[in-house]
């Protein structure tokens, strides 16, 4: 008898603009800059034909980054982009028909993880101010919820969690048997990193990825942070071979060179503040303490701004309705001066 999986029959997918490459994007929270050229060549000499041949090794990669990160490589699970080890620990922590928590909006793959293994994702919405108070997602946390995902910081608010609030949180989370992600994609924009509680505790689990400050998008690696045995389960759950050698080669070369992550935070650091400095000197309010992407109050329509910043500018931002007291307003990818300033210049003339 034939049979078709109804979760993925009937999932709502977005996509994505077909051809991005001759445009500025601020859409995607990517680095529009890239890393330094002389850094990817000198990475390229190293791949001959073998490494490309070859399945790829990832014990080295693996030593590398639990060296960089400060835990063993027991704790890790490596995966193609952080969205993969998000899938997988549904999968591994949430049964068919359970409840997953989690502040809306966010990350949208959540929801769509949720969906797509049947499972229910209970939201809780940030207030008009823009503001998520703990006490709002505490009084949803109950018995039932198998899983709580944190973002810290919160694409695409910016929000972040203190040490007390995530104590506060995972005290309950403890009590009620709740496993608890929180994803730390934004980590390098924002230092503070709730890791030490993964590592010895089998139902906290850390997920990062390169596409952002890291500048590796289009490499796809991530991973998962968790206690032995948790990382063994999510291990469980991935392909043989599941992350490529280019990529594991090009993460564990940054890691290997300080200097060029002091380099891109500087240099988005840079951008931002300008961007914020420009924005109050001309009147906008705006939101979005931490990441690399920041909400704006145009003064006039916002999707008209982001199609004539397609059409006429060539650069791509979005639209987002229902933030709080913003309405429907702009989300902007924040980078280094130079593409800020490309951005204002255009904003500047189309948003009167």
């Given at each position: 008898?034939?049979?078709?999986?109804?979760?993925?029959?009937?999932?709502?997918?977005?996509?994505?603009?077909?051809?991005?490459?001759?445009?500025?994007?601020?859409?995607?929270?990517?680095?529009?800059?890239?890393?330094?050229?002389?850094?990817?060549?000198?990475?390229?000499?190293?791949?001959?034909?073998?490494?490309?041949?070859?399945?790829?090794?990832?014990?080295?990669?693996?030593?590398?980054?639990?060296?960089?990160?400060?835990v063993e490589p027991s704790n890790l699970c490596i995966v193609n982009g952080s969205s993969e080890g998000i899938r997988h620990i549904i999968e591994?922590?949430?049964?068919?028909?359970?409840?997953?928590?989690?502040?809306?909006?966010?990350?949208?793959?959540?929801?769509?993880?949720?969906?797509?293994?049947?499972?229910?994702?209970?939201?809780?919405?940030?207030?008009?101010?823009?503001?998520?108070?703990?006490?709002?997602?505490?009084?949803?946390?109950?018995?039932?919820?198998?899983?709580?995902?944190?973002?810290?910081?919160?694409?695409?608010?910016?929000?972040?969690?203190?040490?007390?609030?995530?104590?506060?949180?995972?005290?309950?989370?403890?009590?009620?048997?709740?496993?608890?992600?929180?994803?730390?994609?934004?980590?390098?924009?924002?230092?503070?990193?709730?890791?030490?509680?993964?590592?010895?505790?089998?139902?906290?689990?850390?997920?990062?990825?390169?596409?952002?400050?890291?500048?590796?998008?289009?490499?796809?690696?991530?991973c998962v942070i968790g206690s032995p045995s948790s990382a063994k389960v999510l291990n469980n759950l991935c392909t043989p071979h599941n992350v490529?050698?280019?990529?594991?080669?090009?993460?564990?070369?940054?890691?290997?060179?300080?200097?060029?992550?002091?380099?891109?935070?500087?240099?988005?650091?840079?951008?931002?503040?300008?961007?914020?400095?420009?924005?109050?000197?001309?009147?906008?309010?705006?939101?979005?303490?931490?990441?690399?992407?920041?909400?704006?109050?145009?003064?006039?329509?916002?999707?008209?701004?982001?199609?004539?910043?397609?059409?006429?500018?060539?650069?791509?931002?979005?639209?987002?309705?229902?933030?709080?007291?913003?309405?429907?307003?702009?989300?902007?990818?924040?980078?280094?001066?130079?593409?800020?300033?490309?951005?204002?210049?255009?904003?500047?003339?189309?948003?009167?």
């Amino acid at each position: 008898m034939y049979y078709i999986n109804e979760n993925a029959r009937d999932l709502l997918r977005i996509g994505y603009h077909v051809n991005r490459r001759d445009f500025l994007r601020l859409d995607l929270n990517e680095n529009p800059g890239g890393l330094p050229e002389e850094f990817i060549r000198n990475v390229l000499s190293e791949i001959d034909p073998c490494f490309i041949s070859e399945y790829p090794e990832m014990e080295e990669f693996i030593d590398t980054l639990a060296d960089f990160v400060g835990v063993e490589p027991s704790n890790l699970c490596i995966v193609n982009g952080s969205s993969e080890g998000i899938r997988h620990i549904i999968e591994a922590f949430t049964a068919p028909g359970g409840k997953i928590l989690g502040v809306t909006p966010s990350y949208a793959m959540f929801e769509v993880y949720s969906k797509m293994y049947g499972r229910n994702f209970i939201s809780v919405n940030y207030t008009e101010d823009l503001m998520m108070p703990i006490e709002n997602i505490l009084e949803k946390m109950t018995p039932d919820i198998q899983l709580m995902i944190l973002v810290n910081p919160n694409n695409p608010m910016g929000n972040a969690y203190t040490e007390d609030e995530f104590r506060t949180l995972l005290a309950k989370a403890k009590e009620m048997e709740i496993t608890v992600l929180v994803d730390e994609a934004y980590h390098y924009f924002y230092p503070d990193t709730f890791i030490k509680y993964a590592v010895n505790d089998d139902h906290v689990l850390i997920s990062r990825t390169f596409s952002k400050l890291f500048s590796l998008a289009g490499l796809r690696l991530g991973c998962v942070i968790g206690s032995p045995s948790s990382a063994k389960v999510l291990n469980n759950l991935c392909t043989p071979h599941n992350v490529n050698a280019v990529s594991m080669l090009f993460a564990r070369k940054m890691m290997e060179s300080p200097e060029i992550v002091h380099q891109l935070i500087d240099k988005h650091r840079e951008g931002r503040v300008f961007l914020q400095n420009w924005l109050i000197e001309h009147g906008y309010e705006f939101r979005g303490e931490n990441g690399n992407f920041i909400f704006i109050r145009q003064k006039t329509d916002a999707d008209r701004i982001v199609e004539r910043m397609e059409t006429e500018k060539k650069i791509l931002i979005k639209s987002y309705d229902g933030i709080g007291k913003f309405g429907k307003c702009l989300r902007v990818s924040t980078a280094e001066r130079k593409f800020m300033e490309q951005f204002v210049e255009a904003l500047e003339e189309l948003d009167k």
